[in-house]
């Protein structure tokens, strides 16, 4: 990265963040700069590796109607990146991350019904080199950024 991330940066960001499809122009409004300044700053964000890229959030009911997890996982150390690949190849784990403390690893998991999360937690279990999981489904977002 070149260079700091500007307050004026930091606002732009903020409103992708919220809308990420949000246009040039409506941004350049809300910033109160040029089309061409922003269209810039967002070219620049994104060479500099601040932005990323842009995902997609799912709405309405099929959003509503999904079930989350957060399984905390324990793995023989041996096993690690075999574990990793093989959680990896579930496609209802949406993030895995790495982490200090009793478990291993935490994987987000996402599911269109409590059935299908059990099973994939049964899948994730039985996976060579889990030594245990600790599962806590999501009740309800507060927020997200």
């Known amino acids: 990265m070149d260079k700091p991330v500007s307050a004026q940066d930091q606002r732009l960001l903020l409103l992708l963040r919220q809308n990420a499809r949000t246009s040039v122009s409506?941004?350049?409004?809300?910033?109160?700069?040029?089309?061409?300044?922003?269209q810039?700053?967002?070219?620049?964000l994104e060479a500099n590796g601040v932005i990323k890229g842009y995902s997609l959030e799912l709405g309405g009911a099929y959003s509503t109607n999904r079930v989350e997890a957060h399984v905390s996982i324990k793995v023989r150390q041996k096993l690690t990146a075999r574990t990793n690949a093989a959680l990896e190849q579930i496609h209802h784990v949406a993030q895995l991350f790495s982490v200090s403390g009793e478990y291993d690893l935490i994987a987000i998991v996402q599911a269109q019904s409590l059935e299908e999360l059990s099973t994939v937690l049964d899948d994730i279990g039985n996976l060579e080199g889990v030594e245990r999981t600790n599962s806590a489904v999501v009740l309800e977002t507060k927020f997200k950024r």
């Open 26 to 38: 409506e941004l350049a409004r809300a910033l109160n700069l040029s089309r061409s300044t922003v």
């Open 40 to 44: 810039n700053r967002i070219a620049r």
